[in-house]
């Protein structure tokens, strides 16, 4: 019912973002909460504490479904696979109280700007409005369209002259208190959550809620030692989480605070400018940049000057970025849309620095705020952080199917105590307190929190090797990782580049190469010229400072950069940039050359260029430098060498990072304003210059640790912004493509007029051989693909372009070609996001590697993100590398299975305790007994407690095995083990139950607790003949208890070692010292305990006196008992070719939709398309590339 509620009647807020959420409306009725809340009283609160699991049962009970209009209650869904629910009240915001403009009518817009929703959302007469908080954003409910809106931004729909005309002078008083009252304050506040507030929502976890309910009964059942230590042990477990929890609470608190409390310049209508704190600004103010160094407190976008920003703490790279100014043009388009993928170099991001401002003639540069508060890009960040995306692993959810099937036994249990106690008309509350007993014995409650002690222990090895983890439950799955996508430079690759020469063109043929380093210098010309300017380098404290790659290029002239100088033009004072030849260099006929004007880089344009002007000349130059095919379109065909793709696919086919230089006369006239240049019309008809050839070098360690993953059958791929032949040779050199295998480059082209998108199969050539016959290469294909087919002789590599249209045009093609493919080029970073989720699409669990530079959405949409950056970027990736090589890779998945396999261990474990204290109680039910206190004491704290604490201890195995552990404890070999452990249980706990009563010397009733001094004969006792014994020990006492006590203690044992597995996946047993050395001691106790024939052992542990012979009959039971463990688990459930086997015979297929298409392509004789073309029918399907952060160095 309520489900077709959802489908018919709910809206989605932030349709299509990341955060994407389903809302239905709801009002409150008071007859309904009267019930609910004499439910709360009369449950005794357990009502309230199931609403407060279940938060849309609270709304259901509570509430009636109306339209989001009337609502005074919204309940909002999630639009993933885990459907969480959240329940938020509807608030009212009162704006009477801010004063109306004077003269105003009030009849009219309260805000100046038409377009924006606050006048939408301000109810009439009353001066009100409805709004919704939801994860740190605030809704306001726009009448004209009837839904919620996000407010805390300006419009997109503005154009580039609507926020010049509309802002550029700044708001008025009145406007800014509205906009205040209605977007709140501008501030990332990050509560430290108090104690008692982690407190409760820890101890209210239904786990815990279940476990005191277990320890009540014992307690009242007078088991108090056991019970005691585990209140201490959940005591110290609760109060670790509550301390790490607020540790991590109060370092966000303190990342973020600094930024709150900043003082800036603010521009308002007739007030002119004053100085405010940054929490008060709105969107649409006006603040000025005045040349001090700011940590920015808000997006804002840059209307007039330049500026210099460090992005280290979104992007994790500390090099400075060139901001421009939003141009002030006609347009009548979006202002993001006239700027296309390239507006981030107008925007100044909340969190980022400003180092330097250029003014212009007009005064200090200016900027109009954009988004505030947690609608800025540092608190997008913070909320990544705040709450994170579910880890959806089946580890959990078949842990919770267990405890459930637990219950079930244990619920049989129940009846099953019910009926034998009522028949012997046992007092109700002994029925009651025997009945839950026997429920709570098969339900361990410490599976939760021994799930936890095998990852926190890897967290701590691999904390030793300089990884850290901020989602520790994330480290089970970097156990079933399969497939790892590599970022290139500075992760594979060495940071820095190599100048390694410069191939000039001249009359549109290339010229002599000039090698670096060199003993002559480069001889003054264009290309000179062009590396001595186009960079985006910045003088911080008198240290050169940027881009690797400028730096490497301008190091190569031997010129110097002089910052002071200062530039006069006919608008005042140009703060300017001037280069000059320095004593190395090649003599120059120009004094210097003045930077004036710069179109920085973008990932997404490939490009940048720069205005200069030599010094003492009139005329102006604009120089390009960008990836070579990008800059080649800009050129005049004349200029550009015929051999051109030739010579740059020489250079990229030998991992050289090839960039190309260009250069124009600018005719500007004089008194240019160079802010109102237009970057299109300026980049055009240039003269091609040559190439800049620089040396990538693969990192020593990269090679080895692509060998080992690959011997470990986990697929590598490479994901770079670099370019495509570059990445293909350094994926050849680093391994990644096998000698002898093909490439397949993989064009895709959008439609043009009435030709349809296109997609080409191109053979690579390979540096050793020219190209193979298709048919050959597809029966090479037939032939190598392995029974997994996992191996493979053929590679795709393919571009961004093509990957944006393939995922247009040709999305069914996309799982055929992500299931060989290995190399993703030119990828900005919302592709890399969008790659990532692919690949998950086709049930491949995803590792990610990169440098944080341009990886963080891909670093957070990955099932295990490592990044090898130390920046404060690195908080969105769950594992963070303090060795920067790719050697993290290999450590975390080693660590990942050996503490996914932990795991499985003491689940398996912990249920087999449980089975065998539940058969031995159920036993002795039988004939209205039970274990002793210190029985129970002995299994539950000396045995199990202990070996759940150490056997997780046991550290990964050095070498990755060839496939990997299994995924869900809901697998065949797993529930066989645990099934048939139960059955040796069973059957040797019933035959000792049964066999006892066989023996000459049992009696029924017995009292005797003494062995004869000669310990061969015991005198059976009259039922009758020892008055003095307590109902306590009758209850206890008993030959049967005697025989299954030793039975069931020893059997843990026997398990715990049995499940301790070793290799492959962890180090034997015997390494791990303190388990081996617990195991023996409790052995020993067990026995010593069975065997003594000291009287205070017999009355502590209420033992009855039982012949040697029968005591040896029982070791002997237990022997057998373990030798049939033992073989069943080592050799017929761990044994991988006979699983293999039993798959092949019963024609077992994985379900894995990527093993699905190999075996599909491997019977498809036309696959792989070799140097053939396809044009799409129609549009396949549109999709959403997530817009997180794009701006990328490059790489």
Known sequence: MEEKLWKDRCVLLNKDEENELEILGYKTQGWRRALCVAGYFLSFGALLLLFYWKPEWDVWANCIHCSLEDADVVLLRTTDEFQRYTRKKVTWIDVSTSALPVGSNAGGPLVADKDSVINRAIMKPQLKVRCIQV??????????VKEFKKVGSLEDSNTCHGIHHKFGAGLTSEERKIRQLVCGPNAIEVEIRPIWKLLF???????????????????????????????????ISIGLTVYDLRQQSTKLHDLVEEHNKVQVTVCTKREGCKELESRYLVPGDMILLDGKKLSLPCDA????????????????????VTKTPLPLTESPMPW????????????????????????????????????????????????SILYPKPVNFKLYRDAFKFIVGLSVIGVLGLIYTVCVFVS????????????????????????????????????????????????????????????????????????????????????????????????????????????ASCHSMVVLDKKIQGDPLDLKMFEGTHWEIDDSSMVQDGAGALNTFIVRPGPKASSAPVEGIAILHQFPFSSGLQRMSVVSQKIGEEQYDLYMKGAPEIVSSFCREETVPANFLLELKMYTSQGFRVIALAHKVLNLGEDVDMSNLEREEAESGLEFLGLLVMENRLKEETKPVLQELAAARIRSVMVTGDNLQTAVTVARNAGMIHTGSKVILVEANEPEGSTPASIAWLLAEDGKANTAAPRELCANTEEKITLEGETCNYHFAMDGKSYQVIIKHFYNLLPKILVNATVFARMSPGQKSSLVEEFQKLNYYVGMCGDGANDCGALKMAHAGISLSEQEASVASPFTSQIPNIQCVPELIREGRAALVASFAVVKYLTLYGMI?????????????IFGNHQYLIQDVIITLLVCLTMSLTEAYPKLAPYRPPGQLISPPLLLSITLNVCFTVAMQTCGFLLVKQQPWYVALASQRHCSLGNQTVSPTSPGGNSTSSGAQSSVLSYEDTTLWPLSSVNCIIVAFVFSKGKPFRKPIYTNYVFSVLLTLQLAICLFLFFADIDAVYSGMQFLCTPVIWRVYILLMLLVTFCVSFFTEDVILQNKHLWLLIKSWSGYQSNSQYRKWQRMLQRDPSWPPVNTKDFAAKSMKEIYINPSYEHSNED
């Open 135 to 144: 994860q740190k954003i605030r809704y306001i409910w726009d009448f004209s």
């Open 424 to 531: 012997h008309k046992k007092p109700v509350s002994d029925v009651v307190s025997m009945a839950l007993l026997l429920l709570t014995v098969a339900v361990p409650p410490t599976i939760p929190a021994a799930l936890t002690t095998g990852t926190i222990y890897a967290q701590r090895r691999l904390k030793k090797k300089m990884i850290f983890c901020i989602s520790p439950q994330r480290i089970n799955i970097c156990g079933e990782i399969n497939l790892v996508c590599f970022d290139k430079t500075g992760t594979l690759t060495e940071d820095g580049l190599d100048l390694w020469g410069i191939i000039p063109s001249e009359g549109g043929g290339f010229q002599e190469i000039h090698k670096f380093p060199s003993s002559t210098p480069l001889p003054w010309g264009p290309v000179c010229g062009a590396m």
């Open 917 to 929: 204290q539940f058969v031995g109680t159920a036993l002795l039910f039988w004939q209205l007994q």
């Open 301 to 320: 976008v840059l209307i007039d000057g330049s500026c210099v920003v460090n992005e280290g703490m979104l992007t994790g790279e500390s090099i400075p």
């Open 201 to 235: 929502k820890e101890i209210l976890n239904p786990f815990y809620v279940f476990q005191a309910f277990t320890l009540t009964l014992w307690l009242s059942q007078g088991y108090t030692e056991y019970s005691v230590a585990i209140i201490i042990l959940s005591i």
């Open 336 to 383: 993001k849309t006239h700027s296309m993928e390239d507006y981030r170099r107008h925007v100044l991001f909340c969190g980022t620095e400003v180092i330097q401002t250029k003014p212009t003639g007009r005064g200090p540069a200016r900027a109009v705020v954009l988004q505030t508060g947690f609608n800025t890009a540092k608190g997008d960040l913070v909320r």
